[in-house]
């Protein structure tokens, strides 16, 4: 059996090196655009596991053609699917907590997307190796530059209020939040009645590029603010 780029057997060392350098490029490719974007998971992670997997789909080859007649019933894909099941355990070590707000998503999607793409080329698949390769891509940098052109980015955000009981209501406050055009998903309030004060959490949804020094000072405009905090 000969591969369809070098023409030579699958277990010729050309081939073999064809296949892993074809890897670490898909993985060069993704991980220079996670880098762009800062992610945890960049260029050196993606190649690494895109030339792991590779490696993998490799051994799968090669154990049952060396050991054919000790084991003829040997299935090339048992510990190929081994990666795709294992590799979860390093996306989530791509995913973080910001606040409320969950990031590291899309790196998470692209690490279990390389190592399929390793397999694919480990396996001798060059063009749906690298035409996948291509469209992480495309999906990694057209269609983010089409989520911040058409859609708002907003991140979960937690905005607490104690004022003076006394002399101002929850009701003033959340109206001057509502001015700003923040989504307000949900609300809590506690009364402190020795103190004399009220806690408001408001539970919102706030665009990234907001400035909150704006909100501050409408929200301490009102008077009798204690504190405010948002995280």
């Given at each position: 059996m000969t591969d369809t780029v070098t023409g030579l057997g699958i277990e010729h060392p050309a081939t073999i090196a064809v296949r892993l350098i074809a890897a670490m490029l898909a993985g060069f490719m993704v991980g220079i655009e996670r880098e762009q974007h800062v992610q945890p998971a960049g260029l050196r992670t993606h190649m690494v596991l895109a030339m792991g997997s590779c490696l993998i789909m490799l051994v799968s080859i090669y154990l049952p053609l060396d050991f054919l007649q000790m084991c003829p019933g040997s299935d090339p894909g048992r510990l190929a699917a081994q990666v795709i099941s294992g590799i979860?355990?390093?996306?989530?070590?791509?995913?973080?907590?910001?606040?409320?707000?969950?990031?590291?998503?899309?790196?998470?999607?692209?690490?279990?997307?390389?190592?399929?793409?390793?397999?694919?080329?480990?396996?001798?698949?060059?063009f749906l190796g690298m035409l996948a390769t291509v469209f992480l891509v495309v999906i990694l940098q057209v269609f983010d530059r089409i989520e911040e052109r058409?859609?708002?980015?907003?991140?979960?955000?937690?905005?607490?209020?104690?004022?003076?009981?006394?002399?101002?209501?929850?009701k003033q406050v959340i109206e001057i939040v509502k001015k700003f055009d923040i989504a307000i998903r949900s609300t809590s309030v506690t009364e402190d009645v020795e103190a004399g004060?009220?806690?408001?959490?408001?539970?919102?949804?706030?665009?990234?590029?907001?400035s909150i020094r704006l909100l501050f000072e409408a929200v301490k405009g009102l008077g009798n603010i204690k504190t405010i905090r948002i995280e």
């Open positions: 979860g355990f390093l996306g989530a070590g791509a995913i973080f907590r910001f606040g409320f707000t969950v990031r590291g998503l899309t790196t998470a999607a692209s690490i279990w997307t390389i190592s399929g793409i390793g397999l694919a080329l480990g396996a001798g698949m060059y058409f859609f708002e980015r907003k991140g979960v955000r937690i905005l607490t209020v104690v004022i003076n009981s006394r002399l101002l209501s929850p004060t009220t806690q408001i959490v408001l539970n919102c949804r706030i665009d990234e590029d907001f």
